[in-house]
T-cell receptor, first 115, second 118 residues
Framework: KAGVTQTPRYLIKTRGQQVTLSCSPI?????VSWYQQTPGQGLQFLFE???????NKGNFPGRFSGRQFSNSRSEMNVSTLELGDSALYLC??????????????FGEGSRLTVL | AQKVTQAQTEISVVEKEDVTLDCVYE???????LFWYKQPPSGELVFLIR??????QNEISGRYSWNFQKSTSSFNFTITASQVVDSAVYFC???????????????FGGGTRVLVKP
């Protein structure tokens, strides 16, 4: 059974640019969550999508957005990149049939460096 | 607001020693889940355990054991007879109430880096 796949694994951008990260969940999983991991702030929840609808959102500015497609694949976008957006972005999928389960399966992440 | 504190930032042990990772949490919810995840150098977080707030029984899985004490808001994790492969960062996490059907939003602690030397 394939795990959670995130692309690209590494990318370098400059301030002001925008970036799109992709996540393919485990087959059959309908919930996709995104987390940002930085040395200073640790792991922080960005948002969660379930059946193409955003179900939860963390405390991040509007520059951070996401969406989920009918096949449960998800993308997140960060516009007008800032140096502080440099981080490991982790995607997690879950069966999550409408209630909190929390048993998340994580991908290896996309490491974004903003210069 | 929910909060998870892992006071130990790094622990170094010699192989075969036991190591205990502390986790203290804060929540106003009466129903919640607690978790431990392992993050090896590859980066992906690996699920280790989930504990419902109503279930205070301790759990053992191989060399891993967990001690949940609601009275002190703690959910500690012990690795018995540590091995080099246990070297990783370990995260404790808390989720919102099941009743809210709020989805999969976890609040993570800062993590504890465990280094097991041969």
């Amino acid at each position: 059974k394939a795990g959670v796949t995130q692309t690209p694994r590494y990318l370098i951008k400059t301030r002001g640019q925008q970036v799109t990260l992709s996540c393919s969940p485990i087959s059959g999983h309908r919930s996709v969550s995104w987390y940002q991991q930085t040395p200073g702030q640790g792991l922080q929840f960005l948002f969660e999508y379930f059946s193409e609808t955003q179900r939860n959102k963390g405390n991040f500015p509007g520059r951070f957005s996401g969406r989920q497609f009918s096949n449960s694949r998800s993308e997140m976008n960060v516009s007008t990149l800032e140096l502080g957006d440099s981080a490991l972005y982790l995607c997690a999928s879950s069966l999550a049939a409408g209630v909190t389960t929390g048993e998340l399966f994580f991908g290896e992440g996309s490491r974004l460096t903003v210069l | 607001a929910q909060k998870v504190t892992q006071a130990q930032t790094e622990i170094s042990v010699v192989e075969k020693e036991d190591v205990t990772l502390d986790c203290v949490y804060e929540t106003r919810d009466t129903t919640y889940y607690l978790f431990w995840y392992k993050q090896p150098p590859s980066g992906e977080l690996v699920f280790l355990i989930r504990r419902n707030s109503f279930d205070e029984q301790n759990e053992i899985s191989g060399r891993y054991s967990w001690n949940f004490q609601k009275s002190t808001s703690s959910f500690n994790f012990t690795i018995t007879a540590s091995q080099v492969v246990d070297s990783a960062v370990y995260f404790c996490a808390l989720s919102e109430a099941v009743i809210k059907a709020a989805g999969n939003k976890l609040t993570f602690g800062g993590g504890t880096r465990v280094l097991v030397k041969p």
